[in-house]
């Protein structure tokens, strides 16, 4: 068959972009989908076992650091698009091992850049695209000053615990090992965009929640310790507020801003939903201990307050104001349902977090592509 066009997704086996080559392959049954992907502990075939079997995709084991690798990929499907994912995630893992972090996510980055830039420039830029998903932690972090939280106080135009959002003219100020690397890479696409005229597009993502997202995230890992009665290791007084958005709608804008989003711009992309921590897991237990039969406040008592983390930021706040003038896009699901929903998946997918836990999803990958 041949193929609109050919995007490569990078990252595709990970928590979001397993939401994104789903939709892509899907909705776009004339894109050929190459998910190319590393497998790292993050990575998991096992998210994308009802679609592996489509004509229009197409998975790479590669590693995005790796130049000749890439570059082949890039020119052997004639790629016109990247939707890049790709990146060691985790704060806590670049508090202990900042390097692993500089080497995917900036040198990564390049590498993926330069590569497109090869073999694009040649022809000229017209229907290209390098699409970089990006974090709003490149921005630092936003103050506190309504640590109780006061809701209508987002009538006049705040957040319930503080005034300040991140928009997309906040200058970066990124605090862990994470962040910095993340930001970093910003930089580099958009310095492909200035210098070499890249049609280049970069999102910046509040905290993403669902199915799917490995058992190291605080909401996934909460409910799996539910699950099993362990301890749920709140960091610090669990005051910290984050801005949570379903992966779906994530999803959602990315293919939007995909196919429509202006070359050279930033989106940030948030739900207007922030919560404290604490509050969230007070919602996590009640939800999870509702639909496992157990009686209201049973497991109340496996909230263990713990060290905090390094340079814990103290509050995410995203406004996603421009996305929404521009292209239209709002969330769909209000936190309640996505709460519910996310609660509900991984309670029925005990098997998938047994897996994912225990290493036998490294496994996967060689029964289904026979090591290759
Ligand atoms: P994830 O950790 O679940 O998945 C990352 C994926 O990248 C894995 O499949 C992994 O195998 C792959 N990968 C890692 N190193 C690689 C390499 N060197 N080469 C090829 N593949 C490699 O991450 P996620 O939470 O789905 O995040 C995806 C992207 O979205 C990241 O860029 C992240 O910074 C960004 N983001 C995440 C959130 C969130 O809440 N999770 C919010 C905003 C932005
Ligand atoms: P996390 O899911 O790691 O996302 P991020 O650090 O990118 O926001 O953490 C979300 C919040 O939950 C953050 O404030 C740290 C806190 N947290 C805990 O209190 N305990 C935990 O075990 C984890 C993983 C996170």
């Not at 060691?88 to 091992?97: G, M, P, T, W």
């Not at 630092?140 to 503080?162: F, I, K, M, N, Q």
Request: glycine residues 8%; aromatic residues 12%; contains cysteine.
């Amino acid at each position: 068959m041949k193929y609109e066009r050919s995007i490569i997704i990078t990252g595709g086996a990970g928590f979001i972009g397993s939401h994104v080559v789903r939709l892509f392959v899907r909705k776009y049954p004339t894109y050929r989908i190459i998910n190319l992907d590393k497998l790292t502990y993050a990575g998991n075939l096992a998210n994308l076992k009802d679609i592996e079997n489509c004509p229009n995709y197409v998975f790479e084991k590669s590693d995005i650091c790796d130049y000749e690798t890439v570059r082949k990929l890039v020119s052997g499907y004639d790629v016109t698009g990247i939707i890049h994912l790709a990146a060691e995630s985790h704060v806590d893992r670049s508090i202990l091992d900042p390097f692993t972090f500089a080497r995917t996510n900036v040198l990564g980055t390049l590498t993926l850049l330069q590569a497109a830039r090869e073999y694009w420039e040649p022809s000229g830029w017209e229907g290209k695209r390098f699409y970089h998903i990006s974090t709003d932690e490149v921005y630092g972090a936003l103050e506190l000053t309504r640590p109780e939280g006061d809701p209508s106080s987002e009538e006049c135009g705040g957040g319930p615990y503080g005034d300040e959002f991140f928009t997309e003219e906040t200058k970066y100020q990124p605090h862990s090992p994470y962040s910095a690397a993340k930001a970093s890479s910003d930089h580099f696409v958009r310095a492909y965009h200035d210098t070499y005229g890249m049609p280049t597009v970069i999102t910046n993502c509040s905290n993403n929640y669902g199915p799917y997202q490995f058992p190291e995230k605080l909401i996934p890992l909460f409910i799996n310790n539910i699950r099993q009665r362990k301890p749920l290791p709140v960091y610090g007084k669990g005051e910290n507020v984050r801005d949570w958005l379903y992966v779906e709608d994530h999803a959602r804008a990315i293919d939007l801003v995909f196919h429509e989003g202006k070359a050279g711009e930033t989106y940030n992309i948030g739900g207007f939903n922030e919560w404290k921590n604490i509050d969230l897991i007070k919602v996590l237990i009640k939800t999870a201990d509702r639909l496992l039969g157990r009686p209201e406040g049973a497991d109340d008592d496996l909230i263990t307050f713990v060290t905090d983390r390094k340079g814990h930021d103290l509050r995410y706040a995203i406004d996603s104001t421009k996305l929404k003038e521009e292209l239209g896009w709002e969330p769909s699901l209000q936190f309640e349902e996505g709460i519910e929903k996310t609660v509900r998946w991984y309670l029925d997918n005990q098997e998938w977090l047994d897996e994912v836990t225990s290493g036998d999803y490294l496994r996967y990958y060689d029964r289904m592509y026979g090591g290759r």
